[in-house]
């Protein structure tokens, strides 16, 4: 496997480089990203008819005001929806992908969908991107995702999303949300679907030494300070509310 140098090199706009006035994953957001230089992270969910679309959340309440889930709404509903109270809307996939047309590299992050197999919310993802002509990757909370994803295209590399620091909110509010809180916070899933990259929640470095040996991203680093203290340890910053250089060395201690 041949990594992506930007997951080492070059820092990565988290939700685009959104600011007051520039809504997060927004058209505008992901301009001024490309415009900076920078990589950049986006999410992407599945809409009710399995198309796969630009937002973070599960429900679309913060960022639209309407109280739905994303999972419940066609992908003509949601691109139709306004973000953060401006003009930009929601974007489908496709629409990012082409917009941004391989002008920087980008990091995907596939949303935990439990309604769905993990064949079946990766597919379309896939199949979106296999005509992509940029570099990217991908990344996931959900460990699963990762082996299926890489079941239909085996050369991008696949990364393993985590923190020591969850909420039964985070699992649904499910039974055993503290058995999986676990799970994810010592990766044990880890050996079985081999990541190519982890990307850990920067409150959490320095990592445990045997996670040395993968490339290492932090997220996310809101100031020049708080990034320069996770470099000690990790190889990249996913960042926000800030501007950093545009080479990851650069930004070193």
Known sequence: MKYADFLKETPVAHRGLHADGIPENSVAAFLRAIEKGYAIETDVHLSKDGVPVVFHDDTLLRMTGENRAVRDCTAEELSSLTLGGTQQKIPLFSEFLALVGGRVPLLIEIKNMPHREAEEAVAPIAEALKGYDGVFAVQSFQPF??????????????????????SAADFGNSLFWRLKAFAMKKMLFAPVVKPDFISYYIGDYPLPARWNAYPRLAWVANSYESAQKVLMHADNIIFENFLPPVRTDDLRP
């Open 145 to 166: 995702y990762l082996p299926a994803f890489r079941a239909l295209l085996p050369e991008v590399p696949c990364g393993l999303l985590a923190t020591a620091r969850s």
